[in-house]
């Protein structure tokens, strides 16, 4: 038998071993790339995983998922650098301390809660908690001219903490740093809109909102005026209140005008204002029968001078009307048409008198007769 490459005649067949020799050169190569290809893949992924596993940071791009992160008060960089790394925004503190230090505007993040990504680069996320977007807002608005009980009944709505813990932290209004001369919150916790935090307190918000009645009453120069018009900062804050109640805007000035002519005359001021809140009625709801007869400081039908102090949140609006009176004759004043907010003032009371009829008329054809007589 002859062998594998050799011919019949038992000589060697250089055809036979040309042609296996190519077959097997074709094996070698194919397995040589292949081998090869897979070992430069390995070589590249290998690679790359190293590279991603030594990195501080992570690359540019969308990231990967929404989270909330908050930072406290007076962080520094590196105590936000480590809430990012916890909940896995930035790779490393280091990185993000880098970062940090090369963005000159880094020092102006504030305390609070931000909504940003997983796995975002340092610069990222600097610029994230830059940008005013990022911010998870907690925010309650108090309107003006709201009695303190409606206050905390709002916020309660708004932040579901009990109406007693209100009650029990306004008992003590230096404490949430109203000045000496308040001895009731009632009227001085001001109305705006409140950025309140995540976790707020029934304390927490109230100073706040006594803090604003502070920056408020300074840049008004509260004290001062009410020296200048010889009263005290309480007494411009109950008739202020009554603004707020009685008077639109643009005739507060006036309005609080006729006030001070009144008091200074000695004579009773006869507001239903101050009945509303002797009688705890809502605004624009009838007043009880006998309110007038009502034994009250609040009821100045009965009572003279201002009552003991605010009905409600006064404005800065009011506030500034309050200190800075119209000067005029004028000792009544009546709104006659609540749909345009038309008022009339009257030095004499049979004016005043021609002026309520007027008032009276209007109510007749009213659609909305909220605040007309019963």
């Known amino acids: 038998m002859s062998g594998l490459f050799m011919d019949n005649d038992g000589n060697r067949d250089w055809k036979k071993i040309a042609y296996h020799a190519r077959s097997a050169f074709a094996?070698?190569?194919?397995?040589?790339?292949?081998?090869?290809?897979?070992?430069?893949?390995?070589?590249?992924?290998s690679s790359a995983y190293s590279d991603w596993k030594t990195s501080e940071d992570y690359a540019a791009g969308a990231g990967v998922e929404d989270v909330q992160i908050t930072i406290p008060e007076g962080a520094s960089g590196s105590?936000?650098?480590g809430e990012l790394v916890d909940k896995n925004v930035v790779k490393s503190r280091k990185?993000?301390?880098?970062?940090?230090?090369?963005?000159?505007?880094?020092?102006?993040?504030?305390?609070?809660t931000y909504k940003l990504r997983t796995q975002i680069s340092s610069s990222q996320a600097v610029e994230m908690l830059l940008d005013p977007k990022s911010v998870v807002r907690n925010q309650v608005?108090?309107?003006e001219s709201l009695r303190m009980k409606d206050q905390f009944a709002l916020l309660n709505n708004k932040t579901k903490i009990p109406v007693a813990q209100f009650e029990a932290a306004a008992k003590n209004p230096q404490a949430l740093g109203l000045p000496k001369y308040v001895e009731s919150a009632e009227g001085f916790l001001f109305p705006q809109t409140y950025e309140?935090?995540?976790?707020?307190?029934?304390?927490?918000?109230?100073?706040?909102?006594?803090?604003?009645?502070?920056?408020?009453?300074?840049?008004?120069?509260?004290?001062?005026?009410?020296?200048?018009?010889?009263?005290?900062?309480?007494?411009?804050m109950t008739v202020a209140s009554i603004l707020e109640a009685e008077a639109r805007a643009k005739d507060m000035p006036m309005v609080a005008g006729i006030i001070y002519n009144r008091l200074d005359n000695g004579e009773r001021l006869e507001l239903d204002s101050t009945s509303?809140?002797?009688?705890?009625?809502?605004?624009?709801?009838?007043?009880?029968?006998?309110?007038?007869?009502?034994?009250?400081?609040y009821n100045t039908y009965r009572s003279y001078g201002l009552p003991p102090g605010p009905i409600g949140a006064p404005g800065a609006t009011a506030i500034k009307a309050a200190l800075n009176p119209v000067e005029s004759?004028?000792?009544?004043?009546?709104?006659?048409?609540?749909?345009?907010?038309?008022?009339?003032?009257?030095?004499?009371?049979?004016?005043?008198?021609?002026?309520?009829?007027?008032?009276?008329?209007?109510?007749?054809?009213?659609?909305?007769?909220?605040g007309c007589p019963a």
């Not at 004499?348 to 054809?365: G, I, M, Q, R």
């Open 27 to 45: 094996v070698l190569l194919s397995l040589a790339i292949l081998l090869g290809g897979s070992w430069f893949v390995y070589d590249k992924a």
């Open 79 to 81: 105590e936000i650098g």
């Open 95 to 112: 990185a993000f301390l880098k970062a940090f230090n090369r963005n000159e505007k880094a020092q102006s993040i504030q305390a609070g």
């Open 141 to 143: 608005t108090i309107p």
């Open 196 to 236: 309140i935090g995540q976790q707020p307190t029934a304390k927490s918000i109230l100073t706040l909102m006594a803090k604003q009645y502070n920056t408020v009453a300074k840049d008004l120069n509260l004290e001062e005026g009410a020296e200048e018009l010889d009263r005290d900062p309480v007494e411009i």
């Open 276 to 297: 509303y809140y002797a009688t705890d009625t809502p605004l624009g709801k009838p007043l009880p029968k006998g309110f007038k007869e009502q034994d009250s400081p």
């Open 329 to 370: 004759d004028n000792k009544f004043w009546v709104t006659v048409n609540y749909e345009t907010g038309e008022t009339k003032f009257a030095e004499t009371y049979d004016e005043h008198l021609k002026n309520v009829a007027e008032w009276e008329n209007w109510c007749k054809t009213a659609k909305d007769k909220s």
